[in-house]
């Protein structure tokens, strides 16, 4: 009898394409081949659930979701896990934003705010993400009174090091060159993976994660089975038990038949 996988996606650049900002066809098959031999599909994704808007041709097909890089996992309306930054250092990271005039975007419980003085973040997350409803966000300090799962800063490597050291109780996972994705300690894909596994009875041995930049390291580590995109960073090659092809050359479909899972 053939062992049941839990399966979770990256969603930009592994699931969807950076080129056409469309889930490859080959994709669409093979998840719907997976789910058909008993295999399950999760999201794991840095995005908030209100700008996940791009997995409508999957959405049938998705048990749960890993989001905010672990901060807030949720399978239907249930809530699995909500680690939250603590408030003190959300403010000083969004105070910090406004004194060096950097954009950011804060990702509270409910609602999110957009900070974009140099127009960064509508560029690449309008443009080249083809990021949509972040017109609907709320004004800073609005959403400051909620919990704050996520901060987006748009600002170097070389500045990351030295903010995060001001701020203990956060961590950091960049996968694009001009922002990172900033959580609670203890929030990431990784941790995502391992709770949503407990809650549903899943065995974290049964899990597979498919990723391509480095904020998917954590879950590409401690899944059974860890799958970097051929598109993927070097780093998180380096970790990964196997690398398949890019997201545009059928990547998914062909790690999935590699494993034997369709």
């Known amino acids: 009898m053939q062992t049941s996988y839990a399966l979770f996606f990256d969603i930009d650049g592994t699931?969807?394409?950076?080129?056409?900002?469309?889930?490859?066809?080959?994709?669409?098959?093979?998840?719907?081949?997976?789910?058909?031999?008993?295999?399950k599909v999760f999201i794991a994704t840095g995005r908030p659930p209100i700008i996940i808007t791009n997995l409508g041709a999957i959405e049938h097909l998705i048990d749960g979701y890993v989001t905010t890089n672990g901060a807030y996992c949720f399978v239907g309306d249930e809530v699995v896990a909500c680690k939250s930054i603590p408030p003190h250092e959300a403010r000083l990271i969004v105070d910090?934003?406004?004194?060096?005039?950097?954009?950011?975007i804060v990702v509270g419980e409910k609602d999110v705010a957009v900070l974009d003085?140099?127009?960064?973040?509508?560029?690449?997350?309008?443009?080249?993400?083809?990021?949509?409803?972040?017109?609907k966000a709320k004004p800073v300090e609005e959403v400051l009174?909620?919990?704050?799962?996520?901060?987006?800063?748009?600002?170097?490597?070389?500045?990351?090091?030295?903010?995060?050291?001001?701020?203990?109780?956060?961590?950091?996972?960049?996968?694009?060159?001009?922002f990172t994705d900033v959580t609670a300690l203890g929030a990431d894909k990784g941790e995502g993976l391992l709770a949503m596994a407990k809650h549903l009875g899943l065995n974290p041995d049964h899990t597979m994660a498919f990723g391509d930049g480095g904020n998917d390291s954590t879950m590409v580590r401690k899944a059974g089975v860890g799958i970097a995109m051929g598109n993927a960073i070097d780093e998180l090659k380096a970790e990964a038990d196997y690398i398949t092809a890019s997201v545009d050359d059928e990547g998914v479909r062909k790690a999935l038949q590699h494993f034997g899972l369709i």
């Open 117 to 135: 003085p140099q127009g960064q973040v509508d560029e690449i997350f309008r443009q080249h993400l083809a990021v949509e409803n972040l017109d």
């Open 145 to 178: 009174q909620q919990r704050i799962m996520q901060i987006t800063p748009f600002f170097s490597k070389d500045y990351e090091a030295e903010l995060m050291a001001r701020v203990p109780g956060c961590t950091s996972g960049r996968w694009h060159p001009a």
């Open 15 to 39: 699931l969807v394409s950076f080129e056409t900002h469309q889930i490859p066809a080959s994709t669409i098959l093979a998840l719907t081949q997976a789910k058909a031999n008993g295999h």
């Open 96 to 104: 910090d934003a406004i004194e060096k005039n950097y954009g950011v």
